[in-house]
């Protein structure tokens, strides 16, 4: 973090999401941070810059979204690419071939996809193993792990991980512990304090909040972890304009504001879908009968935004269920303002058909958004019907 961010590391999570690296612009005075629109910077004498040389490698408004994200997210560290799977890629070229991964049984279809068919290829071995069993990640350790790959609550079954029971296995085998906080934020789960190595978001979701921008984040508090992804980062080209830095950074700001709407939203759905007769099981953390409630409990301060069922009917019918929905949009992705809703064997994880990570059927998932709560619960009512 900046020299800025440690001064304001003592505030609350709101007052630094609205401040941090987002000092007024010192040459006018705007209160909000400019997009610098530029590809290049003028340079005082050869060798000689105030700090940015080429956009690839830095610009200021990326600069100051990198550093409010890493104070949310408690790291001495943020480095800010251009989508969630950038980033995903830039830690995965961590491992060299004969390197193996641990993944979750359950988890995003692009991260399965990353791994399997594209660092597969390349000599990197892996297995999916469940990591809500911290027993069986401890005993089925296989051999040259050099990194584990947790999401939690998981894409899209909602499981929970023990991000610190894990952590400890991680460490007493020399391996990276890598969290996707994506579905939870940094808002209601910290993994670095439990733990984990590195912390990877999509921002695309709930940090921009609004779907109208892509891109993905990675948090850590080691210095050697950091340099060498922002070499990544720079080699690769895996960066984002100033425009979209500066529209993540925009929503980022109310993030705490929405995620307890979200909160609030995705409780009243469930108190819905529990009780309905088209619906056979809800999957979402915050039920006491989740096999992950206490996990959840300790290590997130709310329960999140994203709800997942399975038609009590099968597939046709969850089908139906979706395509009846009018306020929830068919649509992919998660974590903005307005409700969507998908088939995930059909969409988001098609690309995990026939592996160990094959999702249900007659899954369908929710990203509950901020409307008002009457609005969602009654289009859900009437769309169950269907």
Not at 298 to 314: D, H, I, P, T, Y
Request: net charge negative.
């Amino acid at each position: 973090m900046t020299e800025d961010s440690s001064e304001k590391s003592g505030y609350g999570f709101a007052t630094r999401a609205i401040h941090v690296g987002q000092d007024p612009e010192p040459v006018t005075g705007a209160v909000t941070v400019p997009v610098f629109q530029t590809s290049t910077f003028a340079q005082e004498a050869v060798g000689k810059h105030k700090g940015y040389e080429y956009a690839r490698t830095g610009n200021p408004t990326r600069t100051a979204l990198e550093s409010a994200l890493a104070s949310l997210e408690g790291a001495a560290f943020g480095i800010d690419f251009a989508s969630g799977l950038a980033a995903e890629d830039a830690i995965l070229r961590m491992l060299v071939p004969g390197d193996h991964i641990v993944m979750g049984n359950d988890a995003y279809g692009g991260t399965f996809r990353l791994i399997s068919k594209v660092f597969a290829p390349m000599g990197i071995t892996w297995s999916a193993v469940d990591l809500t069993d911290p027993g069986a990640v401890a005993s089925e350790w296989p051999e040259n792990t050099k990194m584990v790959w947790v999401e939690t609550p998981t894409n899209p079954l909602l499981s929970v991980v023990d991000i610190a029971a894990v952590a400890a296995a991680a460490t007493a085998n020399e391996a990276l512990l890598v969290v996707d906080n994506t579905f939870a934020t940094p808002y209601l789960q910290q993994p670095l304090a439990h733990g984990a190595d590195l912390v990877v978001h999509s921002t695309t979701k709930y940090l921009g909040g609004h779907s109208d921008t892509v891109g993905g984040f990675v948090a850590t508090n080691n210095a050697d972890f950091d340099s060498h992804l922002r070499f990544i980062q720079n080699a690769v080209g895996a960066v984002r304009g100033p425009w979209d830095c500066y529209l993540t950074l925009r929503g980022a700001k109310t993030l705490a504001l929405r995620m307890d709407r979200h909160n609030e939203n995705a409780a009243a759905v469930v108190d819905l879908l529990t009780s309905h007769p088209a619906v056979s099981t809800v999957l979402y953390p915050g039920l006491a009968s989740h096999p992950g409630h206490e996990a959840a409990a300790r290590q997130m301060s709310g329960f999140g935004g994203m709800v997942s069922f399975r038609a009590a009917k099968g597939r046709d019918a969850a089908v139906r269920i979706i395509e009846a929905a009018r306020l929830f949009t068919l649509a992919e992705s998660l974590g903005a303002v307005e409700s969507l809703i998908e088939h995930p064997g059909v969409m988001t994880h098609a690309s995990a058909e026939g592996s160990p990570l094959e999702v249900p059927d007659d899954l369908v998932r929710l990203s509950v958004g901020i409307e008002d709560q009457a609005d969602l619960l009654a289009d859900l009512e009437q769309a169950l019907e269907a």
